[in-house]
């Protein structure tokens, strides 16, 4: 097992373009999170999914950000006509469904967006 | 909704000074409560957790105790090492048996000097 794997590892690109992201969680794990942190804060909550179901979506996803999870495994997320404000390290983690499985939540490196 | 609100910081200390983080947090029912910490060019790695009320999360010396009574989860240390130098986060998710969305404080930067 390799953890959680988040590609690419840095991003930059121009304002208007769209990017994508891919997380590949833990084989075991069928919950799978986005969150963004910018620095200097904690990270924010996205959304998740259990299985390829998206569970929840923060208000803070915009309709230009959508995820995926189509077969229940890996996860894209795309962020269409990016902007300044999207620069941020995006976070991938995984975990099981039932909280009683020890170690909780496993976090991959991140991507780090820059808009310039 | 949920919050979670942790110590301003930066906090710098010597080698082997004693390490308090306050972490207090707001949620509905019996959460349970994390802290995370982040090493300089690396991603977030649980430190500890605790699942229910008056609970003690351990590890590499570091512990927290599961207040519910004062909505806390303080993070110590008897005695620092300059390797303990990183962000530390303060963290909740949803109460019940499944896991949910992680809700985090907004950070902690831990400087320790020899």
């Known amino acids: 097992d390799t953890g959680v794997s988040q590609n690419p590892r840095h991003k930059i690109t121009k304002r208007g373009q769209n990017v994508t992201f891919r997380c590949d969680p833990i084989?075991?794990?069928?919950?799978l999170y986005w969150y963004r942190q910018t620095l200097g804060q904690g990270p924010e909550f996205l959304t998740y999914?259990?299985?390829?179901?998206?569970?929840?979506k923060s208000r803070l996803l915009s309709d230009r950000f959508s995820a995926e999870r189509p077969k229940g495994s890996f996860s894209t997320l795309e962020i269409q006509r990016t902007e300044q404000g999207d620069s941020a390290m995006y976070l991938c983690?995984?975990?099981?469904?039932?909280?009683?499985?020890?170690?909780?939540?496993?976090f991959g490196s991140g991507t780090r967006l820059t808009v310039v | 909704g949920d919050s979670v609100t942790q110590m301003e910081g930066p906090v710098t200390l010597s080698e082997e000074a004693f390490l308090t983080i306050n972490c207090t947090y707001t949620?509905?029912?019996?959460?349970?409560l994390f802290w995370y910490v982040q090493y300089p060019g690396e991603g977030l790695q649980l430190l500890l957790k605790?699942?229910?009320?008056?609970d003690k999360g351990s590890n590499k010396g570091f512990e927290a105790t599961y207040r519910k009574e004062t909505t806390s989860f303080h993070l110590e240390k008897g005695s620092v090492q300059v390797s303990d130098s990183a962000v530390y986060f303060c963290?909740?998710?949803?109460?019940?048996?499944?896991?949910?969305?992680?809700?985090f404080g907004q950070g902690t930067i831990l400087t320790v000097h020899p």
């Open positions: 983690a995984s975990s099981t469904r039932w909280n009683r499985v020890l170690g909780g939540y496993t």
């Open positions: 084989s075991e794990h069928n919950r």
């Open positions: 949620a509905t029912g019996y959460p349970s």
């Open positions: 999914f259990q299985n390829e179901a998206q569970l929840e």
């Open positions: 963290a909740l998710s949803p109460g019940g048996t499944s896991y949910g969305k992680l809700t």
């Open positions: 605790a699942t229910k009320a008056d």
